[in-house]
């Protein structure tokens, strides 16, 4: 099975919703544990990479192809 690709900043969509509502939470630290940020009450977890990965859906918003965009113009 493929490796989900993510990285800092990125928005990704989780299988579950978060309490307030938004299944939405940006990526604020990496390493062996993540931590993810709700997008819609700004309330932050951390969670084991192996938990994360199973329950990530997809990316949303990639920080990368937002530093891109606004470096070209």
């Known amino acids: 099975m493929e490796r989900k690709q993510f990285q800092l900043g990125d928005i990704v969509q ?3 919703n978060h309490p ?3 299944n939405e939470m940006e990526i604020i630290r990496m390493g062996m ?8 009450c700004k309330h932050s977890v951390l969670i ?3 938990k ?4 990530m859906k997809k990316v949303l918003r990639s920080a990368a ?3 891109d965009a606004s470096s070209s113009e």
């Open 20 to 22: 307030c509502g938004s």
């Open 52 to 55: 994360f990965e199973k329950n």
């Open 48 to 50: 084991p990479r192996a």
């Open 65 to 67: 192809s937002e530093t």
């Open 14 to 16: 989780m299988k579950k």
């Open 33 to 40: 544990d993540i931590r993810i940020k709700c997008v819609g």
